[in-house]
């Protein structure tokens, strides 16, 4: 059980620099739905959407290849450090040098709607610079990771965040105040100001990712210029099928978005994006979760491989994962009427606009339940250096994404791309637990995580459908599945809190 508090440790570090980074993004949501129309709200979507693709190109798959070889090259940690800095470093150069020259090219194809917008050259702009900052700073995050220093990396994490949010807040009601009450300063402002501009929020993003580079000049100053091109080619044999997975997986992420804006007629587009994405952000409380298990297990489950017991630990490490994205679905689920009020719109038929999505947030959390449960299996591939099914299992997860997007988009909008979200990831968890058990098995208590997961399907059910989303009825259901679990699992509980 040892491992197993180390672990828990590491993750509630993580877990509440998460929450704390994901909630100050989440106060935002009900600013931007409110500020920006449903149209608006749909451009800044896409362009997270493609950001989020584009970060997963220019990372190439180093972070978890920098974890993977630390392992295997304990004595030569430096080598390993420079070789998967250096690589990004390259990436992101040729990709900076190639974006900028075709930056209009870039915006006119990306832009929804039948009328050009000219600030969407400035937008893709804003965007490259953030993508170099950002593919800058993911091995020197990952160095802080396997070294252990999570309040380090919490630290600089939430600092990010807080620049973020902090000029946000200063361009959209700062400014506009001192402009209004004429304050010192007001005419210089009121000379370039551009009220309710959506590319602030992009500005902004810039400011934060400048930021937390400088915060991290103490890693990158511990970077040294030698390169092992010996070591470089095996890397890149293990990163290849983890980038096109890392690929293939935000495609899964994103790729609905964009399709929206692109396969529905202009106008509904945006809305329907909209609309879509400002209900994907009541999801985001179960995201936090996964994310925070993410950052810690990657590093512990790579130290931890060597022991005799690791298959156990990993067992029990997904029992209590599973439990956990359970308590937290159902638990969402039954108080959905209070977290609809963090998209309120400008008015009462914008806010009915936006709340019309609320049907699909069952079906994204569930996604999501999914989701974490791959990540939580994929551990197997990236242990044994079978990483090429990675490629296959995320690959047949984008296909499916990709083709289902296109069939039904046209016909059923943002509620197909939920079920299909849904889909692809139950394939891929299936898919990743079937051929985990073929290679590198471990003994994963099956029956009862199924058990788990289809009773929080029940109760989600009971209480979204049956008692339409009644507060009371929907926690009463919540309680009584939190306490058949703390019955059911009251031994491992006791020996995990070492209580008697």
Known sequence: MSAIKKFAGQTAIYGFTTVITRFLNFFLTPIYVGLYSPKVYGIFSVMYSWAS????????????????????????????????????????LIFLLFSVLFVDDIAAWMQMGDVYDPDYARYINYFIYILVLDALAVIPFAKLRADGKPIRYSFIKVLNILTFVGFNILFIFILPLIIKENWYGAEFISSWYRDSWVGYVFISNLIASLITLLLLLPELFKLTFSYDFKLLKEMFIYSLPILIANISFIINENIDKVFLGKLLPPGISDQEVGIYAACCKIAIFLSIFINA?????????????????????????????????????????????????????????????????LKIVPILLFAYVSLGIYINLSIWYK?????????????????????????????????????????????????????????????????????????????????????DRNLLIGNALFLIFAGTIIFIERKELKAIFGLK
């Not at 304990?74 to 450090?81: A, F, G, L, S, W």
């Not at 939920?418 to 098995?441: E, F, K």
């Open 293 to 357: 298990f993410r950052l810690g297990a990657e590093p512990f489950f790579f130290s931890h491989a060597k022991n005799k017991n690791s298959g156990e630990t990993y067992a029990k490490i997904m029992n209590y994962f599973v439990i956990a994205v359970c308590l937290i679905f159902v638990f969402l689920v039954a108080n959905i009427e209070l977290l609809k009020y963090f998209i309120k719109g400008k008015d009462a038929a914008e806010q009915a606009m936006y709340w019309s999505g």
């Open 53 to 92: 693709m584009l970060n997963a190109v220019l990372a190439f798959g180093m972070e978890t290849t920098y974890f993977r070889y630390l392992n295997k090259y304990e004595n030569d940690k430096q080598k390993v450090y420079n070789n998967t800095f250096f690589t990004i470093f390259m990436l992101a």
């Open 383 to 467: 242990l044994s250096d079978q990483t090429r099914y990675g490629l296959y299992i995320s690959g047949i997860g984008a296909i499916l994404t990709i083709i289902l997007n296109l069939i039904f988009i046209p016909q059923y909008g943002y509620l197909a791309s939920a079920w299909i979200s849904l889909t692809a990831y139950t394939v891929m968890m299936v898919l990743s637990y079937i051929w985990g058990q073929r290679n590198y098995p471990i003994p994963y208590n099956l029956k009862r995580n199924l058990v788990y997961l289809l009773s929080s399907l029940c109760i989600v059910f009971v209480a979204f459908v049956v008692f």
